[in-house]
């Protein structure tokens, strides 16, 4: 099966910065590429699909890029409502594996 | 309103069976992928399989094939996730999510938490 690796595990930046999650697939997966938030005691919410297709009512601020094994979540703006964990997960074919997260903290 | 409602909170005995169910209403429940996902208490996201209602077919995550099973009843747009025989490792959240047009997770239950314990 297609492992999922995301980097960082966690960071810490301050409100304003740009920040950068990159997760890489074990082989090439298109652009089946979802990225999910998930506030801490919340339900998982998509925010990108198609590697870089904002989910309708998703803040600007967050995009995607990337194709085959290699992808990107940018938050251009860190707000202190992105206080979360973030999920890459691929879906071409099953399983439709999740990566293993990166906590965004504010610093 | 599109949505997915899932039963309640479960508090079981290792070797109690389970099942627990999805309810979409709002879009076409029969004609996407729906899924269960696991997330133990402080941890990641665990896909674990999902069914298209309209024919049944299934796909397990092979950490969790033989370990539970997934149904459903398009007559009543329900998915099930069921266990025959718990155990304590059992215990965590767990959230059905269904495809949409966009292909993936699109839309999310609220979870079920299962707790198991003797």
């Known amino acids: 099966d297609i492992q999922m690796t995301q980097s960082p595990s966690s960071l810490s930046a301050s409100v304003g910065d740009r920040i950068t999650i990159t997760c890489r697939a074990s082989?090439?997966?298109?652009?089946?590429l979802a990225w999910y938030q998930q506030k801490p005691g919340k339900v998982p919410k998509l925010l990108i699909y198609a590697a870089s297709t904002l989910q309708s009512g998703v803040p600007s601020r967050f995009s995607g890029s990337g194709s085959g094994t290699d992808f990107t979540l940018t938050i251009s703006s860190l707000q202190p409502e992105d206080v979360a964990t973030y999920y890459c997960?691929?879906?071409?074919?099953?399983?439709?594996?999740f990566g293993q997260g990166t906590k965004v903290e504010i610093k | 309103e599109v949505q997915l409602v899932q039963s309640g909170a479960e508090v079981k005995k290792p070797g109690e069976s389970l099942k627990i169910s999805c309810k979409g209403s709002g879009y076409s429940f029969t004609n996407y992928w729906i899924g269960w996902v696991r997330q133990m208490p402080g941890k990641d996201l665990e896909w674990m399989g999902i069914?298209?209602?309209?024919?049944?077919?299934?796909t397990y995550s092979p950490s969790f094939q033989g370990q539970v099973s997934i149904s459903a009843d398009k007559s009543i747009s329900t998915a099930y996730l069921q266990w025959s025989s718990l155990k304590a490792s059992d215990t965590a959240m767990y959230y059905c999510a269904s495809q949409t047009h966009v292909a993936t997770f699109a839309i999310w239950g609220q979870g079920t938490m299962v707790t198991v314990s003797s």
């Open positions: 069914i298209y209602p309209a024919d049944s077919d299934t």
């Open positions: 997960q691929k879906y071409n074919s099953a399983p439709w594996t």
């Open positions: 082989q090439g997966i298109s652009n089946y």
